[in-house]
Every structure is written in C-alpha cells, then in structure tokens.
C-alpha cells in the first residue's frame, strides 16, 4: 500500500509557473502506474497526465506542451511541471497510483487505487 502527499499549489498569474510534487511513502513509486487529475468547482474530476510505470505517457489535448510528468525515484515522488498557466487551469489537483500489475487506463480515475489529498491551484487573469 503507498501513500500519497502532494505539495506545491498555489496562486500564480497567467503564463506563470508551478511544478507540483506528490511524495509516495510505504512502496516504491516505481511499483506503481502514476497519474495526475483536477476538479475545478461545480465540475467533474478530469484526468491530466498518466504515466505508466515502464515510462510511457499520455496527457490531456489542453495540457500538451505545458505540463510534464516526471519522477525522481531517489526521492520517491512524482512531480508535474506546469507551464504556461491559463486561468482555466485552476483547480484542485490530486495525484493517483495503481499497481503496475493488470490493465492500467489512465484517463479513467477508478483504475487507480490510491490517491492524494490534493493541492489547490489558482491561475489568475
């Protein structure tokens, strides 16, 4: 069983930057298929990014170009770059882990069997 803790949120004007982490206790992340959601209010729970644990990854059309998934296995945690910020990128975001054993779908959140208690981020005008 893993744990996840994400960090970095905040409020950023448009066309700023953020990189947001989620550090994995209690397994290696490098056991798990990783992704990476967001609900903004009054809205359904999107996928962002995932990434498979052989590397592989998918990302939302919105967020190609600007955002990157990335892991650092020294450190147990899985981070997401974004750039380029947009007002509509504001929302809370949350990470998710599933074992990389079985079908993994990324964009489907129930695939996964962990999650984070998410972060808040605010894009500005």
């Known amino acids: 069983q893993v744990q996840l803790v994400e960090s970095g949120g905040g409020l950023v004007q448009a066309g700023g930057s953020l990189r947001l982490s989620c550090a994995a206790s209690?397994?290696?992340?490098?056991?798990?298929?990783m992704g990476w959601f967001r609900q903004a209010p009054g809205k359904e729970r999107e996928f962002v990014v995932g990434r498979w644990s052989s590397g592989n990854t998918v990302y939302v059309d919105s967020v190609k170009g600007r955002f990157t998934i990335s892991t650092d296995n020294t450190k147990n945690t899985e981070y997401l770059q974004m750039n380029s910020l947009r007002p509509e990128d504001t929302a809370v975001y949350y990470c998710?882990?599933?074992?990389?054993?079985?079908?993994?779908?990324?964009?489907?959140?129930?695939?996964?069997?962990?999650w984070g208690q998410g972060t808040q981020v605010t894009v500005s005008s």
């Open positions: 209690g397994r290696n992340i490098g056991d798990y298929n």
């Open positions: 998710a882990a599933r074992s990389r054993f079985g079908l993994f779908a990324p964009s489907v959140a129930n695939t996964y069997n962990y």
